[in-house]
Structures are given as C-alpha cells and as structure tokens.
C-alpha cells in the first residue's frame, strides 16, 4: 500500500493545497496532511483551526487522515507508517527552500521527498498573499475553499 505525506503550514489552506493533495489521493492508496504546530511562529490560525478547515473541506473523501504535529516532520512521517513526503513546487524560488528541506529529511531518517509542479492555475497563489488580499479588502473567490474564505473574513474581522 502506497503512502503519502503532505505536510504544510497551511495558514490557511489555498485552492494549491487542495489541488495538490487531490492529486496525492489519486496517485497514492493512502494519504496523510501533516499540519505543522510551531509555537515559535504566530499563525493567523490555530493549528487545531487549520485542521478543522481541511478536515471541512475533505469531509467524507476516504484513505485521507489530516492531523496536526509538533517537532521533526520525520518523526511524524515514522508515526504514521509514511515514508514519501509530497510537496508542490510553483516556482524555481520555492525549490533552494524545498530542496534543502527534502535533503535534510532523508538525511536525518532516509525519508524521500517527491515534488509536483504546482497545477498552473494557482502557481500565483501564497497563503501569505491570500491573507494580505482579504485584509486589504480584496476578493479570494476560486483562491482558497469556500469555507476558508469565510473564516478568515471572520478572523480578520475580529
Ligand atoms: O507550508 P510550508 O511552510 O512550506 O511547510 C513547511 C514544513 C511544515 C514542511 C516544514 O516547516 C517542516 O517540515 N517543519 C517541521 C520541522 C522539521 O522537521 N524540521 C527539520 C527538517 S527540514
């Protein structure tokens, strides 16, 4: 059986995310979202808020377990009986970062990163520029799900 893992920040999850685990779920049997508990950062969302919403979002799609995790991302990999890390590349900017990553990750356990090029539809996309357009008042319709569209309206609000 075939494993996936596809860990992220996810704050907040975009149309990319989706996309790309979408595209796990049909080339994988199994699928792990791994989202990352970082207490040295301030996350708009909780990472327990970042799980509810993909957890939203995904509701009912079998061989698809979405969990938080604190610490090396290989430990969690090794907890959940996954040895392939998938992450998406948009650009040649995102790939030093993910490089050094994936090379860090099978170093310290062996474990293998595979990438997919971001489907070019959301190879703008940024969880970062997402928040910074609602802020400012602008729309993220076709950006970012349904319900994360609203929550983040609803956390900015506030
Ligand atoms: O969505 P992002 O910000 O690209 O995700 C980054 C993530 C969660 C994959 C990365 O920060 C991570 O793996 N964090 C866990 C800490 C870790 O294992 N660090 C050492 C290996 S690089």
Not at 32 to 50: I, T, W
Not at 68 to 92: C, P, T, W
Not at 93 to 119: I, R, S
């Amino acid at each position: 059986m075939t494993a996936a893992l596809c860990p992220g920040s996810f704050d907040p999850p975009t149309n990319g995310h989706v996309d790309v685990i979408n595209r796990c779920l049909s080339i994988f049997d199994r699928v792990v979202v791994g989202v990352v508990h970082n207490p040295s950062k301030s996350p708009l969302f909780s990472a327990e808020q970042r799980v509810a919403m993909l957890r939203e979002v995904f509701a009912g799609v079998p061989n698809l377990e979405i969990e938080s995790f604190e610490g090396l991302l290989v430990d969690f990999a090794d907890k959940h009986g996954v040895d392939v890390i998938v992450k998406g590349l948009r650009a040649v900017t995102d790939f030093d970062y993910e490089l050094q990553m994936a090379q860090m990750n099978f170093t310290l356990a062996g474990v293998d990163t595979l990438f997919v090029a971001t489907n070019p539809a959301y190879g703008y996309l940024s969880s970062s520029l997402v928040k910074e357009v609602v802020r400012l008042g602008g729309s993220v319709d076709g950006m970012v799900p349904a319900p994360v569209a609203a929550a983040i309206k609803e956390r900015l609000d506030s």
